[in-house]
């Protein structure tokens, strides 16, 4: 069983940045695959970003160009550099990993 702890998320306004983080304990070997999902209101949950291996990760289109997802392995830990935040990116943000979720952390964009 693997436990995923987010952090970090808060209010920023329109053009800011925020940092959130992914703390992952128990049955996990590598961070390759953890990622982020969020999930504004009314709407489904979306894939944001994931980790595939190395350097390589996968964006979704709306967030390309301003979000970084890294991570460190010994600390098996993800991080989310949200960059030019806009107010669409207000959601709950939460970490995953295979079946494994996050309990969420709001980040809110004011305009």
């Known amino acids: 069983q693997v436990r995923l702890v987010e952090s970090g998320g808060g209010l920023v306004q329109a053009g800011g940045s925020l940092r959130i983080s992914c703390a992952a304990s128990g049955s996990i070997l590598t961070i390759n695959g953890m990622g982020w999902y969020r999930q504004a209101p009314g709407k489904q949950r979306e894939l944001v970003a994931r980790?595939?291996?190395?350097?390589?990760?996968d964006y979704a289109n709306s967030v390309r160009g301003r979000f970084t997802i890294s991570g460190d392995g010994a600390k098996r830990t993800v991080y989310l550099q949200m960059n030019s935040l806009k107010p669409e990116d207000t959601a709950v943000y939460y970490c995953?990993?295979?079946?494994?979720w996050g309990q969420g952390t709001q980040v809110t964009v004011s305009s």
């Open positions: 980790l595939i291996s190395g350097d390589r990760a």
């Open positions: 995953n990993f295979r079946v494994n």
